[in-house]
């Protein structure tokens, strides 16, 4: 069993940044595979960013690619979100997910964190 704990997110004008951080507790962090999904009023939850268990492979969603940056430090068990250049269309609820590789980038990983609401305002 993995708990997942974000924080990190909070209100920022366009053009600004954020760091979401996902504390992880529970068993084999390292191994997992692990991802930040969000989802927007009245939009489906959609994957944001990917890492494998090792950090050495990451994916994107196209509309994040460049300004968004995916880490994670297995010794601390937590993993990152760096946002810069925020835009409005950015503003979501983010999660921290974990699983297999496979399962994080089709969207289906087996543990899920609450939530950290992000705004950016124009």
């Known amino acids: 069993q993995v708990q997942l704990v974000e924080s990190g997110g909070g209100l920022v004008q366009a053009g600004g940044s954020l760091r979401l951080s996902c504390a992880a507790s529970g068993r084999s962090f390292s191994t997992y595979a692990m991802g930040w999904f969000r989802q927007a009023p009245g939009k489906e939850r959609e994957l944001v960013a990917a890492i494998n268990w090792r950090g050495a492979s990451t994916r994107y969603v196209d509309s994040v690619n460049g300004r968004f940056t995916i880490s994670r430090d297995n010794a601390k068990n937590t993993l990152y979100l760096q946002m810069n250049s925020l835009k409005p269309e950015d503003t979501a609820l983010y999660y921290?997910?974990?699983?297999?590789?496979t399962g994080v980038v089709s969207?289906?990983?087996t543990y899920w964190g609450q939530g950290t609401q992000v705004t950016v305002s124009s």
């Open 107 to 109: 969207g289906t990983p």
């Open 96 to 101: 921290c997910a974990a699983g297999t590789y």
